[in-house]
């Protein structure tokens, strides 16, 4: 039930000041999502969201340094 | 998917395979606490992957499993009126209470509907104002804010005939349990990241340090998993015992603190009755006193419900790390997707309907 899901930011609506709103593409897939606990996120970043609701940014750098140290790791062998 | 389809990478996960093989020189047994990724180590066969020495057991992370028949019933009980349009993430309308699921009230005739989001359900209050409209709360702090937020904005938009169920279980207090029972195996956890969005790890440092048992905040996906077992097994060797964030493209130390901050506004802590385990101390949330005409056990008259559980389901000690789900007699047998007799099978997340679906041999 905790199953949370990465999506793009493609637009954000302030015009209700308690429940900030946005659209959010999940591979094409447009969802209202809310977007009320993450007052810094913009357009074209990454959020991970749960029955509606935006829990955080993916942290894009941190992402691909992961992935990164990874690969290192196996061609280390 | 991105930020999906790079953690499921082939080459990774036979990267940290290979890792951990090397790493692994005695018997560790580590549990998973959430029923999301008990479900992704059963999809992918992870176990496969791991050196026999290293064994995974199932934590009770799975919020329609601990949901305890009580609150099904008095969900029934509700859903079974006239004047109600009752409300439910997909998954619980198929768990079954002592008689019926919500499913089979439904099928007779009463308005019971699956939502995506708590905020279709005050949607649905706003455009049905003759009706009491309950949305059935339930799930650990991932979850807990998004119900939180429905409640406020229900009391925002000024609606009378909006109110929820309320079930939500924490995870920490349930590690507690799990390691402060005498038969416990659990060498190791990997808790569970999408709780620590919200929450942060901050509170399992004591957890730590008083059961000296190494704790790692882990992702979902494959290389997710698996790299947090690596950690694992690195503390485990290493005689460590720490507190350690795999999943840090997401999870901050602290979380996330405006849901945070509405948890606190919203919700009170209290002891809660996990199904298959008992009450565990001061771990869940009811709403607060000045929430109270939200509360639905408070505006229908659900008090005393008696409960029957099967006799021969074995979920609680499933539910614990103790018994995997083929040891129970009725697994496959008299229990099985189409017709579950515990919750376990019910939900893709529980213990039993993933061996289940993905369990070839056993």
């Not at chain 1, 039930?1 to 209700?16: A, Q, R, Y």
């Not at chain 2, 560790?28 to 496969?48: D, N, V």
């Not at chain 2, 515990?342 to 997340?349: C, D, H, L, W």
Request: proline share 5%; charged share 25%.
């Amino acid at each position: 039930m905790c199953l949370s899901i990465p999506g793009k930011v493609i637009s954000i609506d302030e015009s209700n000041p308690d429940l900030k709103m946005g659209k959010v593409s999940f591979s094409g897939v447009t969802k209202d999502i809310c977007l009320q606990w993450l007052p810094d996120v913009h357009v074209g970043e990454y959020v991970l969201a749960h029955v509606g609701f935006a829990l955080s940014k993916i942290d894009e750098k941190d992402a691909e340094e992961t992935i990164s140290v990874l690969k290192e790791m196996g061609d280390l062998e | 998917m991105k930020y999906l389809d790079e953690f499921r990478d082939s080459t990774l996960t036979k990267n940290l395979s290979e890792k951990i093989e090397k790493l692994t020189t005695q018997r560790w047994t580590i549990m998973e606490i959430c029923g999301g990724q008990t479900h992704s180590i059963l999809k992918y066969g992870i176990e496969e992957l791991l050196p026999e020495k290293i064994s995974l057991v199932h934590g009770p992370g799975c919020p329609v499993c601990v949901t305890p028949l009580e609150m099904i019933d008095k969900a029934v009980a509700i859903a079974s009126r006239e004047n109600v349009i009752f409300t439910s993430f997909g998954d619980m309308v198929r768990v079954p209470g002592s008689r019926h699921d919500l499913l089979a009230v439904k099928a007779n005739g009463f308005d019971v509907r699956m939502v995506y989001s708590p905020l279709d359900a005050v949607n649905i209050a706003e455009k049905n104002k003759e009706k009491q409209v309950v949305f059935f709360a339930v799930g650990f702090e991932t979850t807990a804010p998004a119900n939180a937020m429905a409640v406020v904005e229900a009391a925002r938009r000024g609606l009378k005939n909006f109110s929820i169920l309320c079930s939500h279980v924490l995870v920490p207090p349930a590690i507690e349990a799990l390691l402060s029972n005498p038969q416990t195996q659990i060498q190791a956890f990997l808790a569970a990241g999408h709780v620590c969005t919200v929450m942060g790890y901050e509170e399992y440092v004591p957890l730590s340090s008083r059961f000296k048992i190494p704790i790692v905040i882990t992702g979902f996906e494959p290389v997710d998993i698996l790299q947090g077992i690596y950690l694992a097994v690195k503390q485990l060797e290493e005689k460590k015992c720490e507190v350690e964030n795999q999943y840090t493209r997401v999870v901050l130390k602290e979380g996330n603190s405006h849901a945070r901050k509405l948890l606190a506004t919203v919700f009170d802590i209290v002891d809660r009755p996990w199904r298959g385990i008992g009450v565990i101390p001061k771990s869940g949330f009811k709403l607060k006193d000045e929430f109270a005409d939200y509360d639905a056990e408070k505006i229908f008259d659900v008090a005393s419900i008696s409960t029957k559980e099967s006799s021969l389901c074995i979920a609680g000690e499933v539910l614990q790390g103790l018994k995997k789900p083929y040891a129970c007699r009725a697994f496959k047998n008299n229990c099985t997707p189409e017709h579950p007799l515990g919750a376990p099978m019910v939900s893709s997340e529980g213990a039993c309907a993933a061996y289940f679906h993905y369990k070839k041999v056993i």
